[in-house]
């Protein structure tokens, strides 16, 4: 077999476009979306457009303002995100509009860190102390020494602001704590990672296959459209997953998997699908790589070997195997998200892409649909030399040459500024994340966070990390501010427009206006743009006017582009070293991992113990909207820790019980026990992002329990991303 050689360089530049897809508008859409009507005019009513910000799918959204307050949310009908629709969370963006818990101006710390006392400070006074402190600390130490975390849209405000400082050491979380290990191996399976939208064509599928992807309570509303479509026209739907879900109330097919053990149910059904020869073969001879090496590394994981490691039965795995190849090519095995499960997840991965390969659905209706880029000459929002442009990937990524480049391991960027291992980083910058609740061990984000000697944090509430900062600067929602227009992509390219609704109801700025008056109370002259201006700018270069954002929200670009179907006599297209799919990894080979996917085996919890497992509430996300009033009231506060009758049993605990989690000594707020029989015994389950300390959150502090506290720390060798799930606690009655 030849071997393939390539550069790290050439990887990621050969991986990193993710596009839009090209669909027809399908009866359903119809149904539910269609043209933007246009409002008759009220005396005192206008309308403004926007992207929904409480989540992070960007459902376009349309804000009805009555004399000047908001008083509806209603979808945007034309926007690919969503279709005319927004969930609950959307709709509560109202109440987070004008919560009084919001941050309301500019904070200074005036007493001893988690002590609450802050004082008022004003914008000016605010970032003056800011850069003083930066420049006393670049000073001393370097400009390295700084780093920030950001998520959400206006997290390239302070990206920038710490490359202007000068800091290489900047992260986005959601590659470490959610899709990096996914993408990378996606990327080394079929050259191109999923990308945030997961380009999987459900609403045209005839199978799928969903290993712990939670669809219906992930809610990603376009998501959640195309699946519902799918269910209806009558895919057979096949859910994996240790807990009975909402998902699995929608399955034809449930298989309650013992916990860690899903790749060795896809390397049975692999090699029980190579054995019966029921593959695509016409795909795999012609478009995939290193089969014949593949079929031999997979023939000891048989059906009764995958059945005794997952506790799922013969004939359920062999079922699950048979519908998908019935249906092929027009199914898929979905890649997942917040693949941050037990530390190997690249790999498992790539035996996710191995199986999906062998259906042939690359790039056909009800598989894998075509991605399209969409690109245009964007202006800059600042200009400015980037000195670290080629330097390494922050502290400590050499030790994961396939991670991208200044983007991710926020997990491991977190363990260096605890143990100070590489150089001293003292400062830290936080944009719209949490990592007291983000990232795997409270207990080392506490070390780093009492190693920083400056933690600036950007917010809309005082969360758990705002509690402990230096300085909080109070962020105007998305419902009060203009941002950058964005490109976006699923089945087609589009560009989302945002637009303040109201002025900012307290003493708030957006998160561009922010880095702006810190980057000049530092003394750089780089030239930030004007928000508008970017977006004037940018419809020019699109041929489009602002008057049509501002009726519309949302520019669809490919809007009669026909949908890509697999009888258009094109061929697919991989970008890996082979030209093909990969079976046999050649990056993987090239920088000494294992070039074909084996199963890991996890630890099992010890006896008297249990493994924690943790996911959304369809009402909620992350750790950001536990205290919105309006969502509350869908689960009256109550924290529901789920555990199996029988173990329940045997600890004297009953349903609505009053519970704690325990782990080496150190005891969770108290929870609600949610006693079933649908959960596996050795698991208990707990939503995430409740159990905050701070003061600030009147409504949910110290209720439930934070999963940071319980979780594993791992790092996964490929992807650098974090692993989770190896987590074992105790439960006891509170």
């Given amino acids: 077999m030849t071997k393939c050689r390539i550069s790290r360089r050439r990887f990621i530049q050969g991986t990193a476009s993710v596009g839009a897809a090209l669909a027809s508008m399908s009866s359903f859409r119809l149904l539910t979306g269609g043209s933007s009507a246009v409002a008759e005019p009220q005396q005192g009513v206008t309308f403004a457009q926007n992207w929904c910000e409480m989540c992070f799918w960007k459902c376009g959204l349309t804000a009805k303002v009555v004399n000047g307050k908001v008083r509806k949310l209603e979808g945007q009908p034309d926007c690919p995100s969503n279709y005319g629709k927004l969930c609950a969370k959307g709709n509560a963006g109202v109440f987070q509009l004008y919560d009084p818990d919001r941050l309301k101006t500019p904070l200074i710390r005036d007493g001893e860190r988690g002590s609450g006392k802050f004082r008022k400070a004003t914008?000016?006074?605010?970032?003056?102390?800011?850069?003083?402190?930066?420049?006393?600390?670049?000073?001393?130490?370097?400009?390295?020494?700084?780093?920030?975390?950001?998520?959400?849209?206006?997290?390239?405000?302070?990206?920038?602001?710490?490359?202007?400082?000068?800091?290489?050491?900047?992260?986005?979380?959601?590659?470490?704590?959610?899709?990096?290990?996914?993408?990378?191996?996606?990327?080394?399976?079929?050259?191109?990672?999923?990308?945030?939208?997961?380009?999987?064509?459900?609403?045209?599928?005839?199978?799928?296959?969903?290993?712990?992807?939670?669809?219906?309570?992930?809610?990603?509303?376009?998501?959640?459209q195309d699946f519902v479509e799918g269910v209806a026209k009558g895919a057979h739907v096949i859910y994996v997953d240790p807990r009975f879900t909402k998902t699995a109330a929608k399955a034809n097919q449930y298989?309650?998997?013992?916990?860690?053990?899903?790749?060795?149910?896809?390397?049975?059904?692999?090699?029980?699908?190579?054995?019966?020869?029921?593959?695509?073969?016409?795909?795999?001879?012609?478009?995939?790589?290193?089969?014949?090496?593949?079929?031999?590394?997979?023939?000891?994981y048989t059906v009764e070997w995958a059945s005794k490691e997952t506790e799922i039965p013969q004939e359920e795995i062999i079922k699950a195997a048979e519908k998908l190849c019935e249906a092929a090519p027009h199914c898929y095995i979905h890649p997942g998200r917040r693949l941050t499960r037990y530390g190997n997840d690249t790999q498992f991965t790539r035996i996710v892409a191995c199986l999906n390969m062998l259906m042939g659905n690359w790039e056909v209706r009800g598989g894998i649909y075509r991605t399209i880029g969409f690109k245009y000459d964007a202006p800059h929002m600042v200009h400015f030399d980037k000195p670290y442009a080629d330097r390494a990937d922050g502290a400590g990524s050499e030790e994961f040459p396939l991670?991208?480049?200044?983007?991710?391991?926020?997990?491991?960027?977190?363990?260096?500024?605890?143990?100070?291992?590489?150089?001293?980083?003292?400062?830290?910058?936080?944009?719209?994340?949490?990592?007291?609740?983000?990232?795997?061990?409270?207990?080392?984000?506490?070390?780093?966070?009492?190693?920083?000697?400056?933690?600036?944090?950007?917010?809309?509430?005082?969360?758990?990390?705002?509690?402990?900062?230096?300085?909080?600067?109070?962020?105007?929602?998305?419902?009060?501010?203009?941002?950058?227009?964005?490109?976006?992509?699923?089945?087609?390219?589009y560009i989302q427009f945002r637009e303040p609704a109201v002025s900012p109801v307290f003493d708030t700025k957006g998160g561009w206006e922010i880095a702006?008056?810190?980057?000049?109370?530092?003394?750089?002259?780089?030239?930030?743009?004007?928000?508008?201006?970017?977006?004037?700018?940018?419809?020019?270069?699109?041929?489009?006017?602002?008057?049509?954002?501002?009726?519309?929200?949302?520019?669809?670009?490919?809007?009669?582009?026909?949908?890509?179907?697999?009888?258009?006599?094109?061929?697919?297209?991989?970008?890996?070293?082979?030209?093909?799919?990969?079976?046999?990894?050649?990056?993987?080979?090239?920088?000494?991992?294992?070039?074909?996917?084996?199963?890991?085996?996890?630890?099992?919890?010890?006896e008297g113990e249990f493994r924690l497992l943790f996911g959304r509430l369809s009402f909620h996300t992350h750790a950001r909207t536990q205290n919105n009033a309006w969502l509350l009231a869908l689960h009256k506060s109550e924290v529901p820790l789920w555990i199996h009758t029988e173990k329940?049993?045997?600890?004297?605990?009953?349903?609505?019980?009053?519970?704690?989690?325990?782990?080496?000594?150190?005891?969770?707020?108290?929870?609600?026990?949610?006693?079933?029989?649908?959960?596996?015994?050795?698991?208990?389950?707990?939503p995430y992002g409740f159990g905050h300390e701070t003061k600030g959150l009147t409504r949910i502090t110290g209720k439930g329990a934070r999963t940071s506290d319980f979780t594993s720390n791992l790092t996964d060798p490929i992807s650098g991303a974090a692993g989770f799930h190896n987590g074992f606690v105790k439960v006891e009655i509170a």
């Fill in 123 to 224: 914008w000016e006074e605010a970032a003056a102390y800011v850069a003083q402190k930066v420049n006393e600390l670049k000073e001393k130490y370097g400009p390295e020494t700084f780093s920030i975390f950001a998520h959400g849209s206006g997290e390239h405000s302070f990206v920038e602001l710490v490359e202007i400082i000068g800091s290489p050491n900047y992260c986005i979380p959601s590659y470490a704590q959610c899709t990096g290990s996914r993408d990378i191996g996606w990327a080394l399976s079929y050259g191109k990672p999923v990308g945030g939208k997961e380009p999987v064509d459900s609403q045209n599928s005839k199978c799928m296959m969903l290993l712990g992807r939670n669809i219906v309570e992930a809610l990603h509303v376009g998501e959640m």
């Fill in 255 to 300: 298989m309650m998997i013992k916990p860690g053990t899903d790749s060795a149910l896809l390397l049975g059904m692999i090699n029980y699908i190579i054995e019966k020869e029921i593959y695509n073969k016409e795909f795999v001879e012609n478009y995939t790589y290193g089969f014949d090496q593949f079929k031999e590394h997979v023939a000891g």
């Fill in 403 to 493: 991670g991208p480049k200044n983007l991710g391991f926020a997990n491991k960027l977190m363990e260096h500024i605890a143990n100070q291992d590489v150089y001293p980083l003292k400062g830290m910058f936080v944009y719209g994340c949490n990592p007291l609740h983000h990232h795997g061990s409270t207990e080392m984000v506490k070390k780093a966070l009492d190693n920083t000697e400056l933690l600036v944090t950007c917010e809309i509430y005082m969360t758990d990390t705002a509690w402990l900062s230096d300085v909080i600067f109070p962020e105007s929602t998305y419902l009060e501010r203009y941002d950058p227009v964005i490109s976006t992509g699923r089945r087609k390219g």
């Fill in 516 to 606: 702006k008056i810190l980057s000049g109370a530092m003394g750089h002259e780089n030239e930030f743009l004007d928000v508008q201006e970017f977006n004037r700018q940018a419809f020019e270069t699109l041929g489009i006017t602002e008057e049509y954002m501002k009726k519309h929200g949302v520019w669809v670009a490919n809007e009669n582009t026909p949908y890509p179907v697999e009888d258009e006599g094109e061929e697919p297209s991989f970008r890996t070293p082979s030209g093909k799919a990969e079976f046999y990894s050649n990056i993987c080979e090239h920088f000494s991992y294992p070039p074909m996917p084996s199963y890991e085996e996890n630890p099992v919890p010890p």
């Fill in 648 to 686: 329940a049993k045997a600890l004297g605990i009953k349903d609505g019980m009053s519970v704690r989690l325990v782990k080496e000594g150190f005891k969770s707020n108290p929870c609600t026990a949610r006693v079933v029989d649908y959960i596996h015994p050795q698991a208990v389950f707990l």
